[in-house]
């Protein structure tokens, strides 16, 4: 590999060099397990770091309070009837109908493995968002007026849980039908915009803490990366290109 690369050598540090050096045996497989394990557990740390440090007086709580209140300054009529339409998109039954679409695109496009990949991930996702819901029994914001209705606690979001994972997963299995790198970083943004877009839609609506929809987005996304990890080896098998 430094045979290869000699310039990226040059320009990395020396104990990053040897680190790079140490996975030239690995194979593209493996490498891609090992960073999407890596990236779910990073994730999943965050999480529960988050989640111990919510307290009814303590510096989260401080944030979210003057977060939701800057936010309220943002509504308007325009803006408060487009943040229904994007919540939607993390809702239970618009995500249903998209996972069930794009199951039905994969098993078409004679990829069996993506939609086993994602149906699971679904409702794992689902399943995470109602078992979570409890852990520490957070009520909703109250300290700006609700737009919608939502029951239930606050903490952590299940639109933001659910958006993640199924989005990122989406991004993720969608990627293996392009072969151009700039293609498959514009599926990862657009599910990442996706994502911040429904979060940041139940903040503005008043049903959630900025940090109930951060810690949702953490939860997801590690769960999409370790599905993405147990999947791994399928997505290195020859797929039709768009």
Known sequence: MKNQYPNLYRLLPASAAKMVDRWRDFSPHTIAIM??????????GLFIRLTFSITPQGSVQTFDE???????TLRTPFLSM??????????????????LLSIALFLLAKDPAAAIHLAITSAGGFLISIWTKGIIARPRPSI???????????????????????????????CRHFKEIR??????????????????????????????????????LAWALFMASLFAKTHFAPKPLV
């Open 35 to 44: 960073l999407k394990a890596s990236a779910g557990v990073f994730c999943l």
């Open 144 to 174: 700006i007026p609700q737009l919608i209705h939502a029951s239930g606690f606050s903490y952590p979001s299940g639109h933001a849980i659910t958006s993640s994972a199924i989005y990122l997963t989406m991004a993720i299995l969608a």
């Open 183 to 220: 293609a498959r970083v514009i599926l990862l943004m657009l599910a990442g915009i996706m994502i911040a877009l429904i979060s940041f839609s139940r903040i503005y609506l008043g049903v959630h803490y900025p940090s109930d929809t951060m810690s949702g987005a953490l939860i997801g």
């Open 82 to 99: 487009m943040m229904l339409d994007v919540t939607a998109l993390g809702g239970l039954a618009l995500t249903i109908v998209l996972g």
């Open 66 to 72: 003057g977060i939701l209140k800057w936010v309220e």
